[in-house]
T-cell receptor, first 116, second 111 residues
Framework: EAGVVQSPRYKIIEKKQPVAFWCNPISGHNTLYWYLQNLGQGPELLIRYENEEAVDDSQLPKDRFSAERLKGVDSTLKIQPAELGDSAVYLC??????????????FGPGTRLTVL | SQQGEEDPQALSIQEGENATMNCSYKTSINNLQWYRQNSGRGLVHLILIRSNEREKHSGRLRVTLDTSKKSSSLLITASRAADTASYFCATEEGSNYKLTFGKGTLLTVNP
């Protein structure tokens, strides 16, 4: 079974430039998550999708961050414009339906963003 | 914000020894999970323990949960160099299936 796929794996941009990350979850997983992980910290949730609906985006800085999951499968996370403090690893995760309260998540390898 | 807090922040042991990591959290939870992260394989789910369970085993892993103390421990027995990684506890609380991760324990197993 293929895991969660993310691209690119690494991205270096200058501040004020836009950047986008792509995620393809495990087939059949209807729940998709985007996390931000700073160096030496655990992942922090940015947004959670159930199919194509963003059901929890309370931690997403909406002034510069946006996300979409138009067909309920792939998802894109965008930052525009990027700031120096956005340098971090952006992780995508997915989980299958029907787990109820037991929410094991499957993570992709992440995209390491460096903003210069 | 991060609910779980792992202790110690870093741990270095010899191959074959046991490693114990602890996690403390602040609010009531549905379940607590442990994840491992290394550069080769990213973040991987290890084990989940429900709030009504006290102990769980999976291979060389043993997890305990004490909801009265709001704490959990992860024991890795007979450690191997390949166990070198960061270990995170994550708590699920409320009805929105949100996982909140701690800052992690960096485990180094020396051959």
């Amino acid at each position: 079974e293929a895991g969660v796929v993310q691209s690119p794996r690494y991205k270096i941009i200058e501040k004020k430039q836009p950047v986008a990350f792509w995620c393809n979850p495990i087939s059949g997983h209807n729940t998709l998550y985007w996390y931000l992980q700073n160096l030496g910290q655990g992942p922090e949730l940015l947004i959670r999708y159930e199919n194509e609906e963003a059901v929890d985006d309370s931690q997403l800085p909406k002034d510069r961050f946006s996300a979409e999951r138009l067909k309920g499968v792939d998802s894109t996370l965008k930052i525009q414009p990027a700031e120096l403090g956005d340098s971090a690893v952006y992780l995508c995760a997915s989980s299958p339906p029907g787990q109820g309260r037991f929410n094991e998540q499957f993570f992709g390898p992440g995209t390491r963003l460096t903003v210069l | 914000s991060q609910q779980g807090e792992e202790d110690p922040q870093a741990l270095s042991i010899q191959e074959g020894e046991n490693a114990t990591m602890n996690c403390s959290y602040k609010t009531s939870i549905n379940n607590l999970q442990w994840y491992r992260q290394n550069s080769g394989r990213g973040l991987v789910h290890l084990i989940l323990i429900r709030s009504n369970e006290r102990e769980k085993h999976s291979g060389r892993l043993r997890v305990t949960l004490d909801t009265s103390k709001k704490s959990s421990s992860l024991l890795i027995t007979a450690s191997r160099a390949a166990d070198t990684a960061s270990y995170f506890c994550a708590t699920e609380e409320g009805s929105n299936y949100k996982l909140t991760f701690g800052k992690g324990t960096l485990l180094t197993v020396n051959p």
